[in-house]
Nanobody, 126 residues
């Protein structure tokens, strides 16, 4: 599986961005998907995850109520809608794919993911 993230950019505090992650291959629906981010000088952290069917989601406490993860299996794409952005959301955002058999799994653990995209920069100015 190859993942291509896009949609990053520069926004002001309170603004919105929608990230997309397009996956290659015909087995997209077999993967739970996640978004992670890494700010300069910091470790990579979990942001959001969604199960294979989209029925289960998980969010980091720092983004709950502001970010929404979704997926379109027909388009092999996962999205991250980011609203009410804050300067502390500034980071490179990565999408990742986790091959799972259980349909409701949406893991928050980065090392459980099998494939990673190249990242897209999100910068929020104050």
């Amino acid at each position: 599986v190859q993942l291509q993230a896009s949609g990053g950019g520069l926004v002001h505090t309170g603004g919105s961005l929608r990230l997309s992650c397009a996956a290659s291959g015909r087995t997209f629906s077999r993967y739970a998907m996640g978004w992670f981010r890494q700010a300069p000088g910091k470790e990579r952290e979990f942001v959001a995850a969604i199960s294979r069917s989209g029925g289960s989601t998980n969010y980091a406490d720092s983004v709950k109520g502001r970010f929404t993860i979704s997926r379109d299996n027909a388009k092999n794409t996962v999205y991250l809608q980011m609203n009410s952005l804050k300067p502390e959301d500034t980071a490179v955002y990565y999408c990742a794919a986790n091959f799972v058999l259980a349909p409701a799994i949406a893991t928050t653990v980065g090392r459980e993911y099998d494939y990673w995209g190249q990242g897209t920069q999100v910068t929020v100015s104050s």
